[in-house]
């Protein structure tokens, strides 16, 4: 079975550093359809302006991509600026760059009793955590080990660079006693052995691998009474409403790094360490467990406390009991949180979820371990049936059983809580920065689109597209519906088929696109002509797609042009600023009003991540063989709205694919349908201008 070591000797290809011609050439192109003539002519004007230039930052590009290849192999042009792209982010992660996974159910919880007794309603809770924890610690030991199979589609191989940096990793704000370091930095420890858990905003460690990365609980069973008296502990402290017990230090992962930073500087300096030494503990940490002590009944609430937690206040104004702590005390699940790393998520209910810090790897690499957590956790159930299941991961039982006892010296097994010392300064930032995170989740929603009236095998067969392209083609339909515009629209295609590939940006807006979208509600286009017009959008889009998973797109290119501009000819005056860079098109295409995503898998129920600017909207989607699943957010836009006309886009392309087969047979012709009223929000379509 091939390994990461083995896939790292296997000689991948280096990211390729396309012609700048193309890549301006497809500047302009993905540009066009999002701009009126005057603008296109200026951003034309801009780009013959910049050529010259641009030659010579390209030429500059492809020497240090010469110097890289030689001095790190294992290596890409882009990866270092990409890598500082997110690390140069100043603003809250939350709500801005963490995604998030919802795992499906786990059926084996079904016979688990959700109250019988004071802390057996915390069964399901504490059994899918011992469950998937386990699971976890043998992905750890494959990655550690070199184990773990490649990655690969249609038995292409795919770099495995990033899950080195899955577990043990943190992102670290700007350290205000280290003058090189101007932006946020990953740390990542490769001998973390530990986990730390975190229920009520409070923190607990144990080691779960030995000194030579063997999982210490190798059956969920032994891990479980660790979770129960984590839970009974903190119970115990909640009954005794020491506000100082509880101490949500979480709550300054969701800060501004700069506040951040001033924070744990002011910890780090002083004289007593405690505090220091916690966090040190957190950050070296395998990934953070979250025991929610929620069972949250509404999609929309649990999408939201996965993504950025629940901010739920105790205004204490119903209780005769006035001798309670604290009036507008937060009891949201945003203060049982640790942003800054990979987070598993689980709430009392056994519902579970991943969020995860972007800067290292990408959704592929964490839906992988996610995919074969959730398939070994219900592997390990039915293996204890029969034998004949296969295992998700390699096992070595016999040497296992063998080694462990001389393997757990010097272990820590049993739960240690932080304690934490606090002093007028961190209260009051901790409740600053907790007001903060709660204003930032109160200007957030999500909608939730649970489509089950067809998925990938009906896109293809009845509407002869590429699923994802066709979901593509949805959002464009309902936001013209909606606003009458096409607005820039990203969405990732890996590049792993390079060495330390990550993505390219796919512009969905094209001029096919467009003249789908405007046939859709235009009755002088019969609908033969709309089908055709919507195979032929989808069939450019999966062109554009498959040309930037060769590493042919054109926004990385120009974003390490203009990186290496900033790096060499800053302080050049015979090499200034391309105007390309000036331009009002490089900023249209760097605003991603809709920015969408599409990560499916029979484990995950859902998945999403927040708008990425202030007007935009973020969509998540799952593409299954007879469903589809979409995650829409923005900041109070009207997501509502927006989510029931992509349903009504689906539902009225159907009507008409289906018409069309029932008319070719008979001598009856083409029917409108008044879903295309619902499709414009209740206005009749004959009245609006698809000009435009």
Not at 81 to 109: C, G, I, K, R
Not at 147 to 173: A, C, E
Not at 190 to 203: A, D, R, W
Not at 351 to 374: K, P, S
Request: net charge negative; charged share 25%; with cysteine.
């Amino acid at each position: 079975m091939p390994s990461i070591k083995d896939t790292n000797q296997e000689v991948l290809p280096r990211l390729p550093i396309p012609p700048l011609e193309d890549t301006l050439k497809r500047y302009l192109a993905r540009l066009e359809p999002l701009q009126d003539s005057r603008s296109y002519e200026k951003t034309k004007r801009a780009v013959a302006e910049s050529e010259q230039s641009l030659r010579i930052i390209d030429h500059e590009l492809r020497k240090y991509d010469e110097h890289l290849a030689q001095r790190e192999p294992m290596s890409s042009y882009i990866e270092q600026f990409w890598f500082d792209s997110y690390l140069e982010y100043d603003e809250s992660v939350v709500l801005n760059l963490n995604p998030y996974f919802q795992l499906a159910d786990d059926p084996t919880m079904n016979n688990v009793p959700k109250v019988s007794s004071r802390f057996s309603h915390f069964n399901r809770q504490v059994k899918r955590t011992s469950k998937l924890v386990v699971s976890m610690l043998k992905f750890v030991k494959a990655i550690r080990t070199g184990t773990l199979p490649t990655d690969n589609v249609r038995g292409k191989s795919m770099t495995m660079d990033q899950y080195g940096k899955l577990f043990g990793s943190s992102r670290l704000p700007p350290s205000l006693n280290d003058s090189t370091l101007s932006s946020c930095h990953l740390q990542t420890d490769p001998t973390s052995h530990h986990v730390v858990i975190m229920y009520k905003s409070q923190f607990y460690w144990f080691d779960v691998l030995d000194i030579n990365n063997e999982p210490i609980f190798q059956q969920p069973e032994e891990l479980e009474w660790n979770l129960y008296s984590i839970i009974m502990d903190s119970e115990q402290n909640s009954l005794d409403q020491n506000l100082q017990n509880s101490c949500p230090m979480g709550v300054f992962t969701t800060e501004n790094r700069r506040v951040w930073s001033n924070v744990r500087d002011y910890i780090s300096k002083s004289e007593d360490q405690t505090n220091w030494r916690n966090l040190k503990i957190i950050d070296s940490a395998l990934f953070i467990i979250c025991l929610d002590d929620s069972d949250l009944e509404g999609e929309r609430d649990w999408i939201k406390s996965m993504i950025c937690g629940t901010s739920k206040i105790d205004l204490n104004d119903k209780d005769e009991d006035k001798t309670k702590p604290s009036l507008g005390l937060q009891t949201g699940t945003c203060t049982n949180r640790w942003y800054d790393k990979l987070q598993l998520i689980v709430d009392r209910g056994g519902r579970a979820g991943i969020n995860f810090e972007h800067t290292g790897v990408d959704g592929h690499t964490v839906l992988r371990m996610t995919m074969d957590i959730y398939t070994d956790s219900i592997v390990n159930f039915a293996q204890g049936i029969t034998r004949n299941v296969p295992k998700v991961f390699e096992d070595d039982d016999d040497d296992r059983r063998a080694n462990r006892s001389t393997k757990q010296a010097n272990l820590i097994t049993i739960p240690r809580k932080l304690e934490w010392s606090v002093d007028s300064f961190i209260l009051s930032s901790m409740h600053f920065a907790e007001t903060r995170a709660s204003d930032l989740i109160s200007q957030i929603e999500f909608e939730y689109l649970d489509f089950k009236q067809f998925g990938a095998a009906h896109i293809k067969n009845q509407f002869k597209c590429s699923p994802d392209a066709f979901l593509q083609m949805c959002f464009q339909t309902a936001y013209y519906a909606l606003y009458g515009k096409f607005e820039t629209t990203y969405e990732p295609a890996m590049t792993k088929f390079f060495q330390n590939g990550r993505t390219e940006a796919i512009r969905t807006v094209s001029d096919q696109s467009k003249s789908f979208v405007k046939s859709f509600f235009n009755t002088a286009v019969s609908n033969p002509d709309k089908i055709k017009l919507l195979q032929e959008a989808c069939k450019q889009h999966s062109n554009v797609t498959r040309e930037c998973s060769m590493g042919l797109g054109q926004d990385r290119h120009l974003y390490a042009l203009y990186c290496i501009w900033k790096k060499v000819f800053a302080k050049d005056p015979k090499v200034p600023l391309p105007q390309l860079f000036q331009d009002a098109g490089w900023s249209t295409l760097n605003t991603n009003v809709i920015s969408t995503s599409n990560c499916g898998n029979p484990c995950l129920k859902n998945f999403g991540f927040g708008p990425v600017c202030s007007n935009g909207f973020g969509i998540g989607y799952i593409i299954r063989n007879d469903t589809l699943s979409v995650v829409v957010s923005s900041r109070h836009r009207q997501t509502a709205r927006f989510v029931e006309l992509m349903q009504r886009f689906l539902l009225e392309i159907n009507r008409i694919v289906r018409n069309e087969e029932q008319s070719s047979k008979t001598s009856m012709g083409s029917l409108q349908s008044d879903n295309m009223k619902y499709l414009l929000s209740g206005y009749d379509y004959f009245d609006v201008s698809v000009t435009g």
